[in-house]
């Protein structure tokens, strides 16, 4: 009997727990549905997409150079003892000879990412414009997982090329997608500006805690283990797109209008203004990763670990850069151009100081100033992109935002190839004056958006500026919905309001306009 009772309470004890875990799934399950609930857990999703990213992007700069430099040596002793196994050579000559071949493998290798991103992006952000922004997401993070496992085993420079490519593809489609669905979940605009903040402190924190966690790694455990704990993370945040989201069974794209083609954004001249001051205000930062290692030697005689650590206490200005702009476009809106400018200005004022510094501790202070100028130009800009969009185009950020990281390509690709030879054939002082000069001389040029800053949203900027008949149904809506709005209804959300189900909601406003104007929009 007491046998029974107690496999009768283990059976309701089991009972209670496998209902309390039921209970448990289907709140989880009614958070998931809840729209709120949803963008935070998609805006986790894409943070740490481009998080990975960017720590993928840095984490070689202290493990490549050792690793070629050790590949090389290992090749031309094998290839000298061949050759001549009875005499030693001339051993100075031909070691600068392999120095100066593996500083152009280097350079070469780092640039490889940024220039296929750069030449994939206007195909990827057509692409994802047609698709949605999930399914080109998931491509991004499986081709990122792809190239980290080729990193990891990788053992000569043409698989280690190959996967710093693959990388390049698989940015092209993450980054741009990921930042787009952060623009389109978040439609108001203090709202869209925390949420890129956000998602730009964790860019800010990938590149800068990336060299001393790959450093320290591959000192300790050896090349693999960097590689194969960020492999991981980029899994795990593949599978949980893949719950959350469920990009293959989500149709909800299918009634959603087609976007503005990238080259007419790229000849939109507002848009051309701000994927500009995004290339110059990253040209410090791009410039100098390759450089400023060199010339610390040189010049301060800095130890290899002031070398390791010199970008990371700049996190810190950049997250309160990041934090003082999402604050202050909270307040003013229409001042995002004047943030962006100051920010260009700050930059260009650092740049100038960073060849004036002898010591360690006094060359934090400017890169300190150029991350946090870096965030402020970033965090009031990326928002314009979707602002311009919306009052200009049509509300679907695909496109605009490859732009963006066209702009970020262009720099990262001449950073490692061209900063050396400024160096090289000018000087390290001439390359800081010229970056500096360029981004102060470049920021009068946001005053250009000051008028379309101050639109509202929720009219397109012929209606507002040029009075022009509509054309097209984008227009066409926007006209009627500014009749609505003008007899005294409410209008909905942003330039172009889509529910999950298509136009309905719009459906039912131009309904409302139909019955009350007549049939003058047939």
Partial sequence: MDGE?????????????????????????????????????????????????????????????????????????????????NTSGNSTSRDKSNKDNLDLQIGVLFASKAILQLLVNPLSGTFIDRVGYDIPLLIGLTVMFISTCIFAFGENYATLFAARSLQGLGSAFADTSG????????????????????????????????????????????????????????????FLLLTVIKPFSNRTRENMPVGTPIYKLMIDPYIAVVA???????????????TIANWMETTMHSSQWEMGLTWLPAFFPHVLGVYITVKLAAKNPHLQWFYGALGMVIIGASS????????????????????????????????????????????????????????????????????????????????????????????????LLRTVCQMKPSYSERDNLLDEAPQGLYDTIKMEEKRVKKKGYSSAGNCLSVDENGFDAFSAQRSMSAESSGPEYT
């Avoid at 805690?209 to 991981?232: M, S």
């Avoid at 800081?432 to 005053?447: I, R």
């Fill in 5 to 85: 009772g107690g496999s009768s309470g283990l059976a309701k004890s089991a009972a209670v727990k496998l209902s309390e875990m039921g209970e448990r799934t289907k709140q989880l399950g009614t958070a998931m549905r809840d729209p709120h609930q949803q963008r935070r857990i998609i805006l986790v999703i894409v943070c740490v997409a481009l998080l990975l990213d960017n720590m993928l992007y840095m984490v070689i700069v202290p493990i490549i150079p050792d690793y070629l430099a050790d590949l090389e040596s290992e090749q031309a002793e094998h290839v000298h003892v061949v050759m001549h196994p």
């Fill in 179 to 238: 930042i787009a669905m952060i623009a389109d979940k978040y439609t108001e605009e203090a709202e869209r500006s925390t949420a890129l903040g956000i998602a730009l402190a964790f860019i800010s924190f990938g590149s800068l805690v990336a060299p001393p966690f790959g450093g320290v790694l591959y000192e300790f455990a050896g090349k693999r283990v960097p590689f194969i704990v960020l492999a991981i993370i980029c899994l795990a945040d593949g």
């Fill in 276 to 290: 500009g001051a995004l290339t110059v205000a990253n040209i410090p930062l791009a410039f100098l990763e390759p």
């Fill in 352 to 447: 100038c100081t960073v060849p004036a510094c002898k010591t360690f501790g006094q060359l934090i202070a400017p890169l300190c100033g150029i991350c946090f100028g870096i965030a402020l130009v970033d965090t009031a800009l990326l928002p314009t992109l979707a602002f311009l969009v919306d009052v200009r185009h049509v509300s679907v950020y695909g496109s605009v935002y490859a732009i963006a990281d066209i702009s970020y390509s262009v720099a990262y690709a001449m950073g490692p190839i061209v900063a050396g030879q400024i160096v090289h054939t000018l000087g390290f002082v001439q390359l800081n004056l010229g970056m500096g000069l360029v981004n102060v001389l470049y920021a009068p040029a946001l005053l």
